[in-house]
């Protein structure tokens, strides 16, 4: 081919120099240069041809992706995801970047996107697109689509930013320092994953009763050991959603009620106890003010009267029971310089001002505040000054308080007593 190329090249040379003017051109020439031209239009094809054909052979996809392309332009390329993803619902808390190819001023990729409260992403240009339960692959369809109805050249990637669960497990777990909230750096979270996390104590755990509790409600309870057995599917938990392992102990309590120490709940270990036991669990009765013979023990089918004073043996109580034991009818004596002298019933210790004003208070015209006689259940006195220890000493049952009279001088009594010595003086007096 070339050493015809330089025949041709060689006769127009021959020819150019024939001619000597432009009135010299002859028919020859004219054809000669057209059978030139012809041929090198031939050499440029075929050149073009064999460059395109090795092009094809390197990269066959080329023209695929530009026929597909012009087909379908709703095309979304898999962006890169966590392997635990892939199937992972999207859920309020998450982040995400978007980089839309060819638009950089609606390029998300260096400030994440949070799905809001209400489930949904706001992003610039499409408005609000509906997050939650879809999965990144989804969510990323559906921008596309959106994008393509105003930027049809626009390709749409989305990337899931590494998302935090946060999951608070009470109950009989290990207590920490910083509190029972735990931070779970996945895709999703199980309740499995949490309880693992949390560290169960086994010998207080009811594991019959896990509740899982959700927007301030409870979400599902379940016996975690019939649903290892059954084979179900692992729950998935929510950001915030609260995990409760109850205590063995805390379906099994007894109340102790009334004229005892410290009334209130208190956990027992056995299926039954003794109502003795429960009294003294309750730090006893207070002396004097219960009446043990007259105390109760509630249940759901009634009252069962028991006497807490015999040593013949107790009541037996069962958790969710209650004892109740009643007061006794305890009684003082404010008696002496006072407005109205009684016995008065009371309900627990009372102090010697108190006792005073449930008489009536001081007789103003009689009373020597200064002197009082305090006497004792056991027959003890001792004398008190009521404006100094008024608001210091208590009064128990059976009691007594007396409030001495100031002493009085009766001058006509005086009087009477003076003349009469003086008469007696007198008559002494004169017939000594």
Known sequence: ?????????????????????????????????????????????????????GLQSFSPLVFAEDSSDQNDQNIVTKSPQFPE????????????VVTVEGYPEYTKDRVPIPVQPDGYISYPLIGLIKATDLTVSELQTEMQRTFSKKLPSARVFVTLMQPRRNILVFGAVEQRPRGNIYVFETGQVYLMHALAASGINYELADLTKIAILRDGKTFK??????????????????????????????QRRIRVIGAVTTPGYYPITNDQISADHALKLA???????????????????????????????????????????????????????????????????????DAVAM???????KANPKKCILTRANGTQEELNFNLVQSEVYLYPNDQLRILERTRIDWRVLSFAASLTNLVVSVWLRYR
């Open 221 to 250: 309870t379940i016996n975690l050991n019939e649903h290892i057995e059954s084979g179900n599917i692992d729950i998935p938990l929510k950001d915030y959603d609260v995990v409760i392992i109850p205590s063995i102990y805390a």
């Open 1 to 53: 081919m070339r050493e015809e190329f330089k025949k041709i090249k060689h006769k127009a040379q021959v020819r150019q120099y024939k001619i000597t003017s432009p009135q010299g051109c002859s028919k020859k020439a004219t054809k000669g240069y057209e059978k030139f031209m012809n041929m090198f239009s031939r050499l440029l094809f075929l050149l073009l041809s064999v460059i395109i054909l």
């Open 283 to 353: 730090g006893g009765s207070k002396t004097n003010f219960a009446d043990l013979k007259k105390s109760e023990i509630i249940t759901d089918t009634g009252n069962i009267p028991v006497d807490l004073t015999s040593e013949n043996g107790s009541a037996m109580m069962a958790p969710g029971d209650v004892l109740y034991v009643p007061l006794a009818e305890a009684k003082i004596s404010v008696v002496g310089a006072v407005e109205k002298p009684s016995q008065y019933v009371i309900t627990e210790p009372t102090l010697l001002r």
């Open 85 to 96: 993803t892939s199937t992972y619902k999207l859920q309020v808390g998450d982040s995400i």
């Open 359 to 365: 008489a009536g208070g001081l007789n103003e015209e």
